[in-house]
């Protein structure tokens, strides 16, 4: 299996709507163009900052489709899913492979703790499922309630021919580099998840990293891996540390909310949260730590 172009900065794509929280079709395909026209590497559709929890399965078939036609093969397209049963995560990775997507995300059940054979038994019947797929594990403890183990991430990795990477959004860079350590002899690709932790992660020989702010200020994003790889480690880290104040500016707003009001400031109309999320108040010390950080940044 070519696991190649599984690499560099991946934008888990906004889904903008309109005010009834129908998907913006003209809004989402101007997104996807702005994202690849500033150099990111790949798109995951439905990501957490996707609000894949807020869709139901024909809304994120519809916009999937919507992100694979606008991108026209620019740059790989990842479908991403949190599904709590097995069962709807091959449906969902079923729907993804006939719409052509180059890759699939799977995040560990929510409000479950499952055990690891329990674990291991939901992602390998996943990837069982559509086994000329890439598929990429997703460890988000902060949202989950419980972490991947480097144990069990061996053991997908060792034993499913086609789950050949992941995405780890712990912020822990012990646990993100004994992922990466575990499975050295192996075409297996680690992406950080902490958009702060870009140059950490390259730094412990990951694979890239996936970046919602690469949604409003992909430049800065992509300069952090592109400088890296092309061996400018001081650019690289000197980004790394104009980007960080932003993205930290935008934890005093609730989750996710804080990505759409970063792009609408900028200018990016990408509509406002789904309910019962809601956008930002002007007045709120939030939005101006948020708008302040844009503003020392040189982004606005």
Do not use: W
């Amino acid at each position: 299996m070519d696991t190649s172009f599984i690499k560099g900065i991946v934008v888990p794509i906004l889904t903008p709507v309109d005010p009834d929280e129908s998907v913006d079709e003209e809004a989402l395909r101007k997104q996807v163009d702005y994202v690849i026209a500033h150099g990111v590497h790949g798109i995951l559709a439905f990501g957490s900052n996707g609000e894949f929890y807020m869709f139901d399965p024909s809304e994120m078939e519809f916009s999937l489709h919507v992100i694979l036609d606008q991108t026209a093969h620019r740059v790989p397209v990842y479908f991403g899913m949190g599904a709590v049963s097995t069962k709807k995560c091959v449906a969902l990775a079923k729907m993804a492979q006939q719409a052509g997507v180059d890759g699939i995300s799977v995040l560990q059940p929510m409000f479950l703790k499952p055990t690891e054979d329990e674990l291991f038994l939901h992602f390998q019947t996943i990837a069982q499922a559509v086994p000329q797929l890439p598929v990429l594990l997703y460890n988000n403890p902060g949202r989950v309630g419980y972490t991947l183990s480097g144990n069990l991430v061996e053991r997908l990795a060792r034993e499913v021919p086609n789950i050949v990477g992941m995405k780890d959004s712990s912020g822990d860079m012990t646990q993100t580099e004994e992922f990466i350590r575990r499975t050295l002899d192996l075409d297996f690709k680690v992406f950080g998840g902490k958009d702060t932790l870009i140059y950490a992660t390259m730094a412990h020989g990951g694979a890239g990293s996936v970046c919602t702010t690469a949604n409003y200020m992909p430049d800065l994003v992509v300069s952090v891996y592109d400088s890296f790889v092309s061996g400018r480690t001081q650019e690289s880290l000197q980004a790394q540390f104009r980007l960080n104040p932003i993205r930290l500016a935008m934890d005093k707003a609730s989750f996710p909310v804080a990505t759409k009001d970063m792009a609408n400031m900028l200018g990016q109309q990408v509509g406002a949260p789904l309910r019962p999320n809601l956008p930002t108040g002007e007045q709120s010390p939030a939005y101006a730590a948020m708008y302040g950080e844009l503003k020392k940044g040189g982004l606005l």
